[in-house]
């Protein structure tokens, strides 16, 4: 696996010391049986021991004094009073401990671009996104995608669906790949067209295909997983989409076996753009709709009647002005919802619990009702709801026996969580990324008594803030 100069031992070990000064036991208790070298923190096996444990799985449910035990990156036991003999120990009191949060649609690469949508037409996030995605290098696009993991794990999102509309060659989406493998994250990766691309040029599926001969080299283990970010028969950005390139590039990905994902029916003058997909035999269950703000009841039929997800991001969505999306009606027509962060250009960050939170109060404001849209139905589309849209629900998105090792601890001692009372509206009402003290994926320890054990954030703050001073220059973008 190629990596970074800029992200050598030397750094990650920098970063274990920095826990020793913290009073931690050091690099043992960050990856609970050591590191590869200039890597990643190893999976070990490790118990959390007497956690306030939300399983996120119905028949389960919640566990109030419970452990949970992990080994070799899988969850090997759920419940009281494990027997783990051997197993590094983590202290679960004033925790409340869940499955990573899944996010399900992110631009990840304009992460770079962060609170950059301006207040004029000529600034707003459309001609932002392609002025400077133009002018992007391959380093800035490893720049944007390895902040954006940073503040993933930060802000305890295990699973991200890095959604790359700015793939100007193959270099680009190499080095999309690379800070995704070694962030450590689980996510999808969806190969796009680059930003100011012609409506009549197709996706260079042929590089989707390279991708995928050698998958085996790039998945890292399986985290990472491959679609196509495609451009449908319009876009926001473009306009019309030439029938001939987005046929090709539907075909192509079908062909291929991979998911494909879409933006549609975002705003007032997209409405409509359900109905064509169905007539176009577009829809079914390797599809995913992003926003799906202006849908008939009969188009909501048929994304349900097909299998096809949805994913919402309600603070892109509100930002940018497109609507309130219908969380109700998908959920009540049995579509899989997924919640997402869209573009920090847009949303500022990736807080997933601000996320949750809108989702609900957006919901109970539209039908005016305080009960409309329960705190723990908004915490299944953070978690197991959002991993069902995205096809990873067999492997991740509850804790359980058997899957993958993808969890989070909150610390509920902390000041704005205190005092503890419900544990589904404390995680959706109240908690921040601040809060998240532990995150794991696929049994790494990734973040630990609230800091990240295999980033430096220093350092990847520092060269993104480079990255985009140039790019600044090289766009004469002020
Ligand atoms: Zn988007």
Same mark, same amino acid.
Not at 11 to 27: E, H, K, P, T, V
Not at 218 to 237: C, E, F, P, Q
């Given at each position: 696996?190629?990596?970074?100069?800029?992200?050598?031992?030397? %750094?990650? /070990?920098? +970063?274990?010391?920095?826990? +020793?000064?913290? @009073?931690?036991?050091?690099?043992?208790?960050?990856?609970?049986?050591?590191?590869?070298?200039? +890597?990643?923190p190893d999976r070990g096996e490790f118990v959390i021991r007497n956690a306030y444990v939300m399983t996120m799985e119905r028949a389960t449910g919640d566990l109030p004094n419970a452990d949970v035990h992990v080994r070799g990156g899988q969850i090997v036991a759920v419940g009281a009073q494990l027997a783990a003999p051997g197993a590094l120990e983590l202290d679960g009191r004033g925790m409340i401990v869940l499955p990573g949060l899944v996010e399900t649609h992110w631009h990840m690469w304009n992460t770079l671009l962060r609170s950059m949508a301006g207040d004029r037409k000529e600034r707003g996030y459309f001609p932002t996104a392609r002025t400077l995605g133009e002018a992007y290098t391959p380093n800035d696009t490893y720049q944007g995608v390895r902040l954006s993991a940073a503040e993933a794990i930060h802000s305890g999102i295990t699973t991200v669906h890095d959604w790359s509309h700015n793939i100007r060659g193959p270099e680009y989406a190499d080095a999309d790949l690379r800070a995704l493998r070694e962030s450590g994250i689980r996510a999808r990766f969806s190969y796009g067209a680059a930003q100011g691309q012609s409506t009549d040029a197709p996706i260079n599926t042929a %590089?989707?295909?390279? /991708?995928?001969?050698?998958?085996? $080299?790039?998945?890292? $283990?399986? /985290?990472?997983? /491959?679609?196509?970010?495609?451009?449908?028969?319009?876009?926001?950005?473009?306009?019309?989409?030439?029938?001939?390139?987005?046929?090709? %590039?539907? %075909?192509?990905?079908? +062909?291929? @076996?991979i998911p494909i994902s879409v933006h549609a029916a975002n705003a007032r003058s997209r409405a409509g753009a359900i109905d064509v997909f169905a007539k176009e035999k577009v829809l079914g269950k390797d599809l995913q709709v992003i926003h799906a703000i202006w849908v008939s009841p009969a188009e909501i039929r048929a994304l349900a009647d097909s299998g096809t997800a949805v994913s919402l991001s309600p603070y892109t969505e509100l930002r940018i002005g497109f609507g309130l999306p219908k969380t109700g009606e998908f959920l009540a027509a049995g579509i899989p919802v997924g919640l997402s962060v869209d573009t920090t250009t847009l949303s500022g960050n990736a807080d997933m619990f601000a996320i949750m939170k809108a989702i609900q109060n957006i919901e109970n404001v539209r039908h005016e009702d305080e009960f409309r849209l329960p705190a723990r139905r908004v915490l299944e589309l953070g978690t197991i709801e959002g991993a069902r849209s995205l096809g990873l629900d067999g492997r991740i998105g509850s804790l359980k026996p058997g899957k993958r090792a993808d969890l989070i601890m909150v610390n509920t001692r902390d000041v704005n969580l205190g005092v503890f009372s419900d544990p589904a509206h404390m995680l959706v009402e109240a908690a921040q990324p601040q809060n998240v003290d532990t995150v794991v994926v696929d049994g790494r320890i990734l973040k630990r008594r609230g800091r990240l054990t295999a980033v430096d954030v220093e350092q990847v703050v520092g060269e993104a803030s480079a990255a985009l001073t140039a790019l600044r220059k090289r766009a004469n973008w002020w």
């Open positions: 696996m190629a990596r970074s100069s800029t992200f050598s031992r030397r %750094d990650f /070990l920098g +970063g274990a010391a920095a826990f +020793g000064a913290l @009073g931690l036991a050091g690099c043992a208790s960050l990856s609970a049986g050591g590191s590869r070298p200039g +890597g990643l %590089d989707i295909g390279r /991708l995928q001969r050698n998958w085996k $080299d790039t998945s890292n $283990d399986g /985290l990472l997983t /491959l679609g196509l970010a495609w451009r449908g028969v319009s876009t926001s950005a473009t306009g019309t989409i030439s029938a001939a390139a987005w046929r090709k %590039d539907l %075909d192509a990905a079908r +062909g291929m @076996g």
